[in-house]
């Protein structure tokens, strides 16, 4: 069963969280996950070079602990596994890779279009977009869930907060494929740490992906800048943060980047794996088809299930002492999600998907952090009304060929999602 292999005990002396290959079948990174939290739940990790090795923190509280307390892990010597040397770190930080007074100031120029007022306000439109969405992949009868679903909703929404035409929905999508996917040679266009990276260094995830990104920003700033629209964008340009330092052209460059990922990415990965969940526990999609009551209750098992992102990292600012560890200043501390929503000390019988789970204390976006995922509201949103609008029309739904997930430690994703269906 897959319950039973998802927990299955692997030797601790065979974890290796760094080795990008262990990611691609969907069971052995849970089998690690369930290993290092028995086992040694903060657990130094041996990287290749570049790169210098991390601390693995797996435990919900460890990871919460870390979350927290921005003053002795810090994000600002970046959030991910690469190792930046300081001009880089100037080159690339966005508003992830900055703590405290600029941080909060960079986050509130968005946070009321984050907001549940701004979000409420979405709902008809949001309504109207996933029937449209459902009505052309239905009609197939047979498609991959992920292409004309998963990722065609939230791309959709996103163009709508950008306020950018429909028409280049693919190729945000594509962008968002080529700089998360940069350990992934289906998506990459130079893979993370080759030789050929070095030329991009200074870019974002090192992917020549994300100057075209940055055109295309640079050409909405232009069109924006003075007016009074109501989008991200004429709000990123036209608004003082709220510490008096305005955007510059390098963060305003970081933060539509970050928009145009984040945005898309996450939420598509969480409908790809809570569809591909509720085909594995036919179970469960017929209770949500008898209690759709149940379906806001499910998001939240949704999101837990599904930890699209595995992990965060941070950077310690002093000696401390995490999970009977000794972590040294300036040692990278790894905040292993996914792993946390697995831990049986916060959730009962973890490895069972339940729409009807209560107390969900999941951590998919954080739990107690300054950096909690800005557009958490949005995404749950997203979430319920696609599954409020797909349950119903459902007869049954079956697999009908291969799930390939991308090669990542820092995403969980799904690239394709081929399934069969009947309509009521």
Same mark, same amino acid.
């Given at each position: 069963m897959i319950k039973d292999a998802l927990s299955e005990p692997l030797p601790l002396d065979e974890v290796d969280l760094s080795d990008l290959d262990r990611f691609t079948d969907g069971v052995t990174p849970w089998r690690m @996950? =369930? $290993?290092l939290r028995h086992q040694d739940p903060v657990r130094w990790t041996p990287e290749a070079s570049p790169n210098s090795g991390f601390w693995a923190v797996t435990r919900h509280a460890d990871v919460a602990r870390v979350d927290s307390d921005a003053e002795t892990f810090t994000s600002t010597k970046f959030v991910n596994l690469e190792e930046l040397d300081d001009d880089q770190i100037a080159k690339r930080a966005s508003i992830l890779e900055l703590d405290g007074v600029r941080h909060r100031a960079l986050r509130s120029l968005l946070q009321r279009q984050f907001g549940n007022s701004v979000i409420s306000s979405y709902t008809d439109f949001l309504r109207g977009l996933t029937a449209k969405t459902l009505d052309a992949a239905l009609a197939k009868g047979s498609f991959d869930f992920v292409a004309d679903v998963s990722a065609d909703f939230p791309i959709n929404v996103l163009a709508r907060l950008l306020d950018v035409p429909p028409g280049d929905n693919q190729k945000l999508i594509d962008w968002g494929n080529r700089i998360i996917g940069n350990t &992934?040679? +289906?998506?990459a266009d130079v893979l993370l740490h080759s030789e050929e990276s070095e030329r991009y260094r200074d870019l974002p995830f090192r992917s020549p992906a994300s100057l075209e990104v940055f055109e295309y920003g640079r050409e909405l700033a232009r069109q924006r800048r003075g007016g009074t629209g109501a989008d991200l964008i004429s709000?990123?340009?036209n608004e003082t943060p709220r510490d008096g330092i305005p955007l510059s052209s390098q963060d305003f460059d970081n933060y539509f980047l970050l928009l145009v990922v984040a945005g898309n990415e996450t939420t598509r990965h969480t409908i790809s794996h809570s569809m591909l969940a509720l085909i594995q526990h036919p179970e469960q999609l017929a209770r949500l088809q008898e209690e759709p009551s149940l379906i806001p209750t499910a998001v939240e098992e949704f999101l837990r299930w599904a930890s699209p992102v595995y992990h965060f990292r941070r950077t310690a600012t002093r000696d401390v002492e995490l999970g009977g560890k000794l972590i040294r200043e300036g040692d990278k501390v790894v905040m292993w999600y996914a792993s946390g929503n697995r831990d049986e000390e916060v959730f009962t019988n973890p490895y069972d *998907? +339940? #729409? %009807? /789970?209560? &107390?969900? &204390? =999941?951590? $998919? *976006?954080?739990?107690g952090s300054p950096h909690l995922c800005l557009g958490n509201l949005l995404a749950r $949103?997203?979430? /319920?009304?696609? @599954?409020?609008?797909?349950?119903?029309?459902? !007869? !049954?739904? /079956?697999? %009908?060929? &291969?799930?390939? /997930? #991308?090669? !990542?430690? *820092? #995403?969980n994703g799904i690239k394709k999602l081929p399934v069969e269906v009947t309509l009521t």
């Open positions: @996950f =369930h $290993t &992934d040679p +289906d998506y709000k990123l340009v *998907f +339940d #729409v %009807a /789970r209560q &107390d969900n &204390d =999941h951590i $998919t *976006f954080g739990k $949103t997203e979430i /319920r009304i696609m @599954f409020e609008e797909l349950i119903p029309r459902l !007869s !049954s739904i /079956r697999l %009908a060929g &291969d799930v390939p /997930r #991308v090669r !990542s430690n *820092f #995403v």
